[in-house]
């Protein structure tokens, strides 16, 4: 039986242009892309010289990442994330995450009854996955499927379908991406057949350059002209849940002096962070989303992350190889029954000599 009548889709499609070149009746490949250039890994730095977590490890790590647009008729897309379900019944596993890590984490697998089915005409146009509600994977992966749907000519009557709780700042990104909100429509656990629906493959998680400079000439188009001293950053985390930097007082303390301003980034508009990040010459803080930023920033923006030693996640180091920037962290002292769910992270303390000798040398003129 159906999942259009009972229960989940009954198995995994994981290649969808291979799905898509064997069903020419419901698909048509639109484009095929070449890999996705990766970075030449460069090693991170740190106070000592050393790679204690062994982040360039990672960076040397071989990825594979097709990127492909195909144009599917009469699919499906159910669920909280917009899972797109093939004609044949099949989860097309690559609508939820470039990381096929990630599979079975939608309950699109489990359910027993998906809601009720309802017929969409027309052109839609996939802009949801599973964690597209956040600031990291949503302007790293999910807004620049864009530059593939446009290379794929599309036609100009399309719905964009986007995650169900947009934030400010998403409807701000498309806006300046040139997707206004009346060609958007939000998709929050619906069942819907649609006459076409392109799907484009997400970015990696791991970014190319491409990636980077079209988010950065994004910025671009908003930054209203260069600024007579380049910002230097401290993002605090004082309002987030975990890796707060409990010493944060005596950090500001140390940068203020080395002319740093502290922003609370919650507090800002999307627009106005990105023409802070825009002019940033040195970007400090503990590991969160607010580093995403630094892909508006200029190739050799100088960027310090303080990393909590049990959740390491080297994005941001990933992301700076793509964006030619100079990457440096520092391991910060666990500090364990600071908050509740340890999962992503516990609060930290900085060793303040160690920043002090980083900084410090960071901001010395250098010959050449």
């Known amino acids: 039986m159906p999942s259009t009548l009972l229960g989940p889709p009954k198995r995994r499609v994981c290649d969808g242009l291979k799905w898509a070149s064997s069903h020419p009746a419901q698909a048509s490949v639109r484009l095929v892309l070449d890999p996705e250039p990766i970075a030449v890994p ?14 360039l490890t990672t960076a040397l790590t071989p990825v594979s990442h097709r990127r ?8 499906r897309i159910a669920g909280r994330f917009g899972t797109v379900v093939l004609p044949d019944d099949g989860i097309l596993v690559e609508s939820l995450h470039s990381d096929l890590q990630y599979v079975g984490w939608d309950d699109v697998y489990y359910r027993c009854k998906l809601p009720a089915l309802s017929d969409h005409a027309g052109n839609h146009v996939l802009l949801t996955a599973l964690f597209a509600d956040g600031y990291h994977e949503w302007l790293i992966y999910n807004l620049p499927r864009l530059v593939a749907y446009r290379a794929a000519n599309l036609s100009d009557d399309c719905t964009y379908l986007v995650p169900a709780r947009m934030a400010p700042w998403q409807w701000a990104s498309l806006e300046v991406a040139g997707i206004p909100p009346s060609a958007c429509v939000p998709f929050d656990d619906r069942h819907w057949r649609l006459e076409r629906l392109m799907f484009a493959t997400m970015a ?8 980077c400079e079209w988010l950065r000439g994004l910025a671009k ?30 950090v500001i303390g140390l940068l203020a002096k080395r002319g740093f301003t502290s922003y609370r980034l919650e507090d800002m508009r999307w627009l106005d962070q990105v023409r802070l990040f825009a002019d940033a010459e040195i970007v400090v803080g503990a590991h969160g989303a607010g580093f995403t930023n630094c892909v508006f920033s200029q190739p050799g923006t100088r960027i310090i992350e303080f990393i909590e030693p049990s959740y390491v ?3 941001f180091y990933w992301q700076a190889l793509a964006c030619d920037q100079e990457y440096w962290y520092l391991v910060g002292t666990t500090e364990r029954g600071t908050i509740r769910d340890g999962r992503h992270g516990y609060d930290l303390t900085v060793n303040i000599d160690e920043l002090s000798g980083v900084v410090d040398g960071l901001l010395e003129p250098r010959r050449g």
Request: aromatic content about 4%; proline content about 8%; some cysteine.
């Open 221 to 250: 188009t908003v930054v209203r002209g260069a600024q007579a001293q380049r910002a230097r950053i401290y993002i605090s985390r004082a309002l987030a849940n975990t890796r707060r930097v409990l010493n944060e007082a005596e």
């Open 42 to 55: 460069r090693p991170p730095r740190t106070r000592h010289g050393t790679d204690p977590l062994n982040l």
């Open 204 to 211: 990696s998680i791991r970014p190319a350059r491409s990636t």
């Open 313 to 315: 996640y080297p994005c």
């Open 68 to 75: 492909y647009v195909v144009e599917l008729r009469g699919a």
